[in-house]
């Protein structure tokens, strides 16, 4: 009661309960059952819920709110005509959604509606704050809306550090994570997915139609890939200490303009792409992102980058154990 109490003063249930929404919830097993669904419902709209029972196997699958796991959201949202699907991972920390047409939208993509909406809809203001492995759309909007913008290392903790100091609108990562001005500076995926229904609400349009909007006004569609990289923890460390000791200047047939350090090394692209090269915190992994302003350039630059990190990996007499 207490947290429900909370977020009824982060968004406006009232116009949420005049809009009569309908909506998929998948809740992939996690403690989101009994909270996004119960407030929806509660609030006017008409809610279809998948996996909202407990089971520590989580039906067999990873509760991660990503694309491979929410088909039967989709499929759902196709079936029912539903105007959007939201899905958390496990602890409900982090988010995804599903938009009317079945597609998936990205965190990168939610990230960058929620900021517009909070701009437009509700007339917000504040400094943004994002990771290293996050969207530059972020940046394109506040350059847009006249927004200080601050870069972290990966972590929400770090997002959540800059949301203590200073006037921050919102803060998120590219893996899902969110809070906003109001809230906790943690991450929250049920109040993350009730303000992208706020926005909705607000809107009284298509997701699909709304995300279109936002590329007409910012006047950029980013490509956005990850690739994981397994070695033995030596092989690793050597990878590493290699790049960080003498990076690339160029990639592939382009300049890197600058390299910055925040966490691992950021290459900035001369045509406005980057590269993000850093070791994984959590698991034995090197993790490289990739953002360009096409899918064919994102896979370009993904090849030219990659030929790099190979031909280090061989003279190393490394072996990938596993890439992802």
């Known amino acids: 009661p207490g947290y429900i109490e909370s977020i009824s003063k982060l968004i406006d249930l009232e116009r949420l309960a005049q809009a009569k929404l309908r909506l998929g919830c998948e809740c992939l097993f996690s403690t989101c059952r009994g909270y996004l669904d119960k407030i929806l419902r509660d609030?006017?709209?008409?809610?279809?819920?998948?996996?909202?029972?407990?089971?520590?196997?989580?039906?067999?699958?990873?509760?991660?709110?990503?694309?491979?796991?929410?088909?039967?959201?989709?499929?759902?949202?196709?079936?029912?005509?539903?105007?959007?699907?939201?899905?958390?991972?496990?602890?409900?920390?982090?988010?995804?959604?599903?938009?009317?047409?079945?597609?998936?939208?990205?965190?990168?993509?939610?990230?960058?509606?929620l900021l517009r909406h909070l701009v437009k809809n509700r007339g917000m203001h504040g400094s943004v704050v994002k990771t290293v492995a996050t969207t530059h759309m972020l940046d394109k909007l506040c350059a847009l809306y006249?927004?200080?913008?601050?870069?972290?290392?990966?972590?929400?903790?770090?997002?959540g550090e800059i949301m203590r100091q200073k006037d921050v609108l919102i803060g998120g990562e590219e893996?899902?994570?969110?809070?906003?001005?109001?809230?906790?500076?943690?991450?929250?995926?049920?109040?993350?997915?009730?303000?992208?229904?706020?926005?909705?609400?607000y809107e009284k349009k298509p997701l699909s139609q709304i995300w279109g909007e936002l590329v007409r006004e910012t006047g950029s569609q980013f490509a956005y890939r990850r690739r994981d990289l397994r070695l033995t923890?030596?092989?690793?460390?050597?990878?590493?200490?290699?790049?960080?000791?003498?990076?690339?200047?160029?990639?592939?047939?382009?300049?890197?303009e600058r390299v910055t350090r925040a966490d691992g090394l950021k290459f900035y692209v001369e045509d406005g792409s980057w590269v993000l090269f850093r070791h994984s915190g959590t698991e034995p992994l090197v993790r490289l992102y990739y953002e360009a302003s096409s899918a064919?350039?994102?896979?370009?630059?993904?090849?030219?980058?990659?030929?790099?990190?190979?031909?280090?990996?061989?003279?190393?007499?490394?072996?990938?154990?596993?890439?992802?």
């Open 43 to 113: 609030n006017g709209a008409d809610v279809h819920v998948l996996h909202d029972w407990r089971d520590p196997l989580f039906g067999g699958l990873t509760p991660e709110p990503k694309p491979e796991y929410l088909t039967e959201l989709s499929a759902l949202v196709k079936r029912e005509k539903l105007q959007v699907g939201l899905a958390t991972d496990g602890d409900a920390d982090r988010f995804g959604a599903i938009d009317d047409q079945g597609e998936y939208l990205s965190p990168n993509q939610l990230l960058a509606l």
């Open 146 to 159: 006249g927004l200080e913008i601050d870069e972290t290392p990966v972590g929400f903790k770090y997002i």
């Open 175 to 201: 893996s899902g994570g969110v809070s906003f001005k109001g809230h906790i500076p943690e991450k929250d995926g049920i109040a993350a997915s009730l303000l992208l229904v706020e926005m909705l609400a």
């Open 233 to 256: 923890a030596e092989n690793q460390k050597r990878l590493v200490e290699t790049v960080l000791a003498a990076p690339f200047s160029t990639i592939g047939k382009s300049r890197v």
């Open 296 to 324: 064919e350039r994102v896979e370009e630059l993904k090849r030219d980058f990659e030929q790099n990190i190979d031909r280090i990996v061989a003279d190393l007499g490394a072996r990938l154990l596993a890439v992802h």
